[in-house]
Nanobody
Framework: QVQLVESGGGLVQAGGSLRLSCAAS????????TAWFRRVPGKEREFVAA????????VYADSVKGRFTISRDNAKKTTYLQMNNLEPEDTAVYYC????????????????????WGQGTQVTVSS
């Protein structure tokens, strides 16, 4: 069973930056495509960014394009989300998600494609 542990959330002023980390462990943790989603209370979960297993392909939600960067360090089995120029609208609980894939599969925007989920980390952006 794969386990995902997120860290790096917190409180930041608008215009500031945070970096989220998602560390994977388990027997198939070296064969994962990963993504970040977020949820605001009372709203549906929203896709943020995804990266394929090799790290060669990424995809972003329009709302974060140009401000957020997803990356990964496969040696550390860790996925990152660098968030710059944060806005109050980015306030949410951020979740890391993962799925086993083969190297040729691209990143997915669909939450039902992901089998494993972290516990979430709160990001709060004050105006």
């Amino acid at each position: 069973q794969v386990q995902l542990v997120e860290s790096g959330g917190g409180l930041v002023q608008a215009g500031g930056s945070l970096r989220l980390s998602c560390a994977a462990s388990g027997p198939t943790s070296n064969r994962l495509g990963t993504a970040w989603f977020r949820r605001v209370p009372g709203k549906e979960r929203e896709f943020v960014a995804a990266i394929n297993r090799s790290g060669s392909s990424t995809v972003y939600a329009d709302s974060v394009k140009g401000r957020f960067t997803i990356s990964r360090d496969n040696a550390k089995k860790t996925t990152y989300l660098q968030m710059n120029n944060l806005e109050p609208e980015d306030t949410a609980v951020y979740y890391c998600a993962a799925r086993e894939t083969i190297l040729t599969v691209g990143p997915s925007l669909q939450d039902d494609q992901y089998r494993y989920w972290g516990q979430g980390t709160q990001v709060t952006v004050s105006s």
